[in-house]
Every structure is written in C-alpha cells, then in structure tokens.
C-alpha cells in the first residue's frame, strides 16, 4: 500500500516536472523565435546545444540572458563571430555544465576568460582570431578537463601553450601552423 504522504510526493515531483519542461520550452521557443538556435543535445535528451550561428553578426551579451534560466542546462554554446564580449563571459560562467565553447572570432580578451574559471566540466574551447594571449591562456590552468584549446591568430605563443600543456594532463592546445612549417 502506497502512503499518501508518499503519494503526495509523487504527484508533486510530477506536476513540478512537467512545470520545469514547459518552462524549458517556452525559453527554446523564445531564443529559436530570435533566429539563433537552442535545441536538445539529443532526443531525449534534457541537456542543450545553443548556436547564434544564423544571428552571429546581431548578437550581443544581451542574447546570453534568455539562457539563464537553464544554464545548467546547456553543455554546448556556439557564440562564433558573434559582438559577444568580455561582458558576456560572466553569463557563460554560469554554465556550470558546459563542455564545448565556441568564441573563436569575438572579441573576447584575456580580462574575460577569467569568468571561464567556474567551466570545470569544459573540454573544448575555441579561441580562434581574438584577443587573447599566454597571460589569458594561464587562467585556465584550473580546468582540468579540458582537452582541446585552439588558439590560431592570437597572441598565444607555442611556449605559452606548452606551459599550459604542462599543467592540464591531456590538454592539446592547437596554436596552427608557425611560419617554420609553412
């Protein structure tokens, strides 16, 4: 025989359940609704993959605040050649479960890769074409999981990488091709 206190509980955890999934899709509605993109990793997933790809050159750190509500949620963010800044970096700390994280061609500088820190489950970043350089990079000596960092057309430097490489075990920091292999 079930309790109804037991019962009770039950039918709470299922009716708030299906408040929080009608809650996560009205704010997938609403961000798809602005042309960027924000979707299930997987079918039944309940993590999220967000991509500004298709608004790249009208989004702003202003766009990152309809992700808040379910940053925990997203484990991928695609911000490439988008106007985000240093600013908006303090949303992306805030996603305590992201894995993947595109800036590369932002303007994004070493003062905000500090909001990065708080990423311990980040393994990929793309740096791609911004500002930053070795000093930025030693922010993110913390991260241990990371394990690709691509750096091309930036100021980090080979021996800025190698530093880095020392201290995450598996890190392979991708700085592209130096004018010896051209």
């Avoid at 708030?16 to 961000?31: E, G, H, T, Y």
């Avoid at 298709?54 to 963010?77: C, M, Y």
């Avoid at 913390?142 to 091309?152: H, Q, R």
């Amino acid at each position: 025989m079930i309790r109804p206190t037991l019962l009770a509980f039950l039918a709470t955890t299922a009716l708030l359940s299906a408040q929080d999934d009608k809650a996560v899709a009205d704010i997938v509605a609403k961000v798809n609704a602005t042309g960027a993109s924000l979707a299930p990793i997987s079918a039944d997933a309940k993590t999220y993959r967000f991509t500004a790809l298709n608004v790249a050159k009208e989004f702003t750190d202003a766009g990152l605040a309809p992700l808040a509500p379910i940053a925990d949620k997203i484990t991928s963010l695609d911000l490439a050649r988008t106007k985000v800044t240093d600013g908006g970096l303090k949303s992306v700390g805030a996603m305590k479960n992201l894995v993947e994280l595109h800036l590369e061609n932002t303007g994004i500088t070493d003062a905000g890769l500090d909001a990065l820190k708080p990423l311990a489950s980040l393994e990929y970043l793309n740096l791609y074409g911004t500002k930053t350089t070795d000093g930025g990079i030693a922010k993110l000596e913390g991260a241990k999981a990371l394990k690709k960092l691509f750096v091309w057309q930036t100021g980090v430097t080979q021996n800025g990488a190698k530093a880095l490489e020392g201290k995450i075990p598996g890190l392979k920091v991708n700085v592209g091709l130096t004018e010896a292999e051209i």
